[in-house]
């Protein structure tokens, strides 16, 4: 089993930064890539972006590049989602998810981002 904590949502003005952390426990050693989902309100869920074991990064959308930034403590088990330049159509439950074979087999409870206009 794993197990995913996100941290680090809240509310922030528009233009404004947060940096979201996903604790990884458990059997970290099967993870074989970590991402990050969002779900706006009334909205589907969304891929914002992945990091693999090897680093290799991946994103959504290629807009996204220029705000947001994955990165990964691999001494530490923990993900960043480094969110730049933040606005109102990003606010979103943002979630943690683990994949430890080729599917996203594992999730977090999520946290709250609202971005104020």
């Known amino acids: 089993q794993v197990q995913l904590v996100e941290s680090g949502g809240g509310l922030v003005q528009a233009g404004g930064s947060l940096r979201l952390s996903c604790s990884v426990s458990g059997r970290t050693f099967s993870v074989a890539v970590t991402g990050w989902f969002r779900r706006a309100p009334g909205k589907e869920r969304e891929f914002v972006a992945s990091?693999?074991?090897?680093?290799?990064?991946?994103y959504g959308q290629d807009s996204w590049k220029g705000r947001f930034s994955i990165s990964r403590d691999a001494a530490k088990n923990t993900v960043y989602l480094q969110m730049n330049n933040l606005k109102p159509e990003d606010t979103a439950v943002y979630y943690c998810a683990a994949s430890t074979n080729s599917v996203w087999n594992y999730w977090g409870k999520g946290t709250q981002v609202t971005v104020s206009s």
């Open positions: 990091i693999s074991r090897s680093g290799g990064t991946t």
